[in-house]
């Protein structure tokens, strides 16, 4: 597509549920970035991945977070046993994977746990 | 570990003033440096970046950046504002040596630009 999708815009879920956020990078883009950006503060690196695998996950606030992408393109953000502190903005952001390229950033997903 | 400053969290200019917002960042190395635009509603966007060579960075938009290695900065400026220029301007800084390009950002500053 023309530029990076993610689905749902909006999410509003319980405390204790499971969600999936979906991100559906620029088209040919090899690096997948998920970030989390919270009420007045800048985007938060959670992890990213190179290909179908994740090349770096150091971002991830704790187990109950998760995120795949299978074949290399669509990737997909898992939170098990959701919490307000949660709730934010989730931004997915791809890049071509050659030197010196810059990410391009999704709409982002507004996610609030009530 | 690295991190990144923007000293002003709100400005408000009125039209036609000049802009100067502040980015400081610490990390020793090589860095990558860039100045996203996220204006009401709206994605995320490049504003300009700096890999390597010249220190003074054009971007779109008549924004430019320059890069001052020995002060840890990278100071956004546009010359003259416009009420179209309102939004949030985010800095944001990758380590050279980091082959994942996976960015850390300042809490960014929000511009109202008056008409």
């Known amino acids: 597509g023309a530029g990076v999708s993610q689905t749902p815009s909006n999410k509003v879920t319980e405390k204790g549920k499971y969600v999936e956020l979906r991100c559906d990078p620029i088209?040919?883009?090899?690096?997948l970035y998920w970030y989390r950006q919270s009420l007045g503060q800048g985007p938060e690196f959670l992890i990213y991945?190179?290909?179908?695998?994740?090349?770096?996950d150091s971002g991830l606030p704790n187990d109950r977070f998760f995120a795949v992408r299978p074949e290399g393109s669509v990737s997909t953000l898992k939170i098990q046993r959701t919490e307000r502190g949660d709730s934010a903005v989730y931004l997915c952001?791809?890049?071509?994977?050659?030197?010196?390229?810059?990410?391009?950033f999704g709409q982002g997903t507004r996610l609030t746990v009530v | 570990a690295q991190s990144v400053s923007q000293h002003n969290h709100h400005v408000i200019l009125s039209e036609a003033a000049s802009l100067e917002l502040g980015c400081n960042y610490s990390?020793?190395?090589?860095?990558?440096l860039f100045w996203y635009v996220q204006y009401p509603g709206q994605h995320l966007q490049l504003l300009l970046k700096?890999?390597?060579?010249?220190?003074l960075v054009k971007g779109i938009k008549g924004f430019e950046a320059e890069f001052i290695k020995s002060k840890f900065s990278f100071n956004l400026r546009k010359p003259s504002v416009q009420w179209s220029d309102t939004a949030e301007y985010f800095c944001?800084?990758?380590?050279?040596?980091?082959?994942?390009?996976?960015?850390?950002f300042g809490s960014g500053t929000r511009l109202l630009v008056r008409p």
């Open positions: 944001a800084v990758n380590a050279g040596e980091d082959s994942s390009y996976k960015l850390i």
């Open positions: 991945f190179q290909g179908t695998g994740a090349a770096d």
């Open positions: 952001a791809s890049r071509d994977g050659a030197p010196n390229t810059e990410a391009f």
């Open positions: 990390y020793g190395g090589t860095v990558n």
């Open positions: 700096y890999f390597s060579g010249d220190p």
């Open positions: 088209s040919g883009h090899t690096a």
